[in-house]
């Protein structure tokens, strides 16, 4: 009897810990769904509110004269005028000086730690390249505004206390560990059966880097340069600082310019009272924002499909 009881016993407890496992494996999946949805829905919800405000904001103002026209004095009290291109023109100026910086530091960056270096010297560098992306934005801004500025001014005398092309340098600088780390990424991720066969036929460390390893991780390498371009468009608190609130539609990186992420800031530090056609600018201007960085996005995907090389 006591050993029926035992075996009965023993079977509950096996039923009951099978129930148990059966419903946490029926709850698990609808957790992870609702986990992933997270991400979905709060992107739609910022592209709605994007939307739904640059709407009103559209309704004072004509979209063609938004895209057009060249000034930009949203705070004026007799007549103001939106235009989104000294904001635009600035953005643009200061992501290329940026991408003029990280693109071939970061690229050789990559191309030492992964052809040339030994394990100690990657084991050293790669940390301290890191570093980099660590360091807050504001202090970036700081470090361009009062260093990096000042010894422009000596070799530019006509360069202005704030400009595009000091924040620009300094976002390069800051963009710097996002290129090298996809990059030497992109390049350990190929064979090395590869490096083997370019050796076997004569060529150098650096004729393999150059002719073999890059075109062979070319979409994590071009990958890495948009997602580096992202970066550089929506920098934030380093243009704020040190590129001025001058609205110039003009393309002298000498000039004060405001960014468009300079501008949400100046607006949003209330300025311009809620309700009114500058505060829906705001909505306006960050919906162009978006919409770059999504183009940016699809980009990356599309070179990443389009030169991707399966091994």
Known sequence: MDQNKTAENTVAMIKQNTNKKNRLEKLMPKL???????SIVTTVGIVLILLFESVLFFRDVSIIEFFTQTEMQPLNPTDPT????PLLSATLLATVIAMFVAIPVGLTTAIYLTEFSGDKARRILKPIIEVLAGIPTIVYGFFAFTFITPILQVIIPGLERTNILSPGIVMGIMIIPIVASLSEDAMNAVPNSLREGAFALGATRLETAFKVIIPAAASGIISAFVLGVSRA???TMIVAIASGSSKNFSFDVTESMQTMTAY???VTSGDAGAGTTAYYSLYAVGLVLFL????????????????????
């Not at 939106?82 to 291109?85: D, E, K, T």
Request: net charge positive; hydrophobic share 55%.
């Open 32 to 38: 992870f769904f609702l986990a992933a949805s997270v």
């Open 82 to 85: 939106f235009s989104i291109l």
């Open 233 to 235: 468009i929506g920098e």
């Open 264 to 266: 949400i800031v100046e």
């Open 292 to 311: 770059f960085t999504l183009a940016m996005n699809l980009l990356a995907n599309h070179f990443r499909k389009k030169y991707r090389e399966v091994y």
